[in-house]
T-cell receptor, first 109, second 115 residues
Framework: GEDVEQSLFLSVREGDSSVINCTYT??????LYWYKQEPGAGLQLLTY?????DMKQDQRLTVLLNKKDKHLSLRIADTQTGDSAIYFC?????????FGKGTRLHILP | EAGVTQSPTHLIKTRGQQATLRCSPI?????VYWYQQALGLGLQFLLW???????NRGNFPPRFSGRQFPNYSSELNVNALELEDSALYLC??????????????FGPGTRLTVL
């Protein structure tokens, strides 16, 4: 069935890199997304990658896509306290978007 | 540009009652999506409306229903409320319905508490 899986928690020290991983199931997905949800707010699109790309970089964010393994990752360089949030991986599949359960990123001082 | 708005912010009901949640999409967006975010369960897709019609629904019982109005705003109705319906209900809108690139813009959510 359709499912997007992520680990639920990640703790990282301030200044280190954070890597959030995701696996998806639909090999026909054309776009994959990372959304960020800050406390008390709705989700906001952080970045996305088209399925014919292996990597996308946007300032501190790097998205890596391994289509063979259906694995997507989000790397946040120089993690700051403002990066503390829940990060959702999502894929477009069969005319809907499927979200993972979200990874809660906790920043240690 | 105004974002997606939802009302009410908080809603407290008792078991067996009905709840109505409302969503106004971003101007120009024709698609509205509803999600349930319950503790520990992540984001669960509920319903998708486009141009006034229901295009898709998630694995939820029929007591979850809704509609989209001619101005593209939407209502989510939950009948015969159960305790496990307590959750944050998020609405999102997008411009391109069913297109391969589908950026969704989310509202702040309605927190429904069922006592």
């Amino acid at each position: 069935g359709e499912d997007v899986e992520q680990s639920l928690f990640l703790s990282v020290r301030e200044g280190d890199s954070s890597v959030i991983n995701c696996t998806y199931t639909d090999s026909s997905s054309t776009y994959l997304y990372w959304y960020k949800q800050e406390p008390g707010a709705g989700l906001q699109l952080l970045t996305y990658i088209f399925s014919n790309m292996d990597m996308k970089q946007d300032q501190r964010l790097t998205v890596l896509l391994n289509k063979k393994d259906k694995h997507l990752s989000l790397r946040i360089a120089d993690t700051q306290t403002g990066d503390s949030a829940i990060y959702f991986c999502a894929e477009t599949s069969s005319d809907k978007i499927i979200f993972g359960k979200g990874t809660r990123l906790h920043i240690l001082p | 540009e105004a974002g997606v708005t939802q009302s009410p912010t908080h809603l407290i009901k008792t078991r067996g009652q009905q709840a109505t949640l409302r969503c106004s999409p971003i101007s120009g967006h024709t698609s509205v999506y509803w999600y349930q975010q319950a503790l520990g369960l992540g984001l669960q897709f509920l319903l998708w409306y486009d141009e006034g019609e229901e295009r898709n629904r998630g694995n939820f019982p029929p007591r979850f229903s809704g509609r989209q109005f001619p101005n593209y705003s939407s209502e989510l109705n939950v009948n015969a409320l159960e305790l496990e319906d307590s959750a944050l209900y998020l609405c999102a809108s997008s411009f391109d319905a069913g297109g391969s690139y589908n950026e969704q813009f989310f509202g702040p959510g309605t927190r429904l508490t069922v006592l």
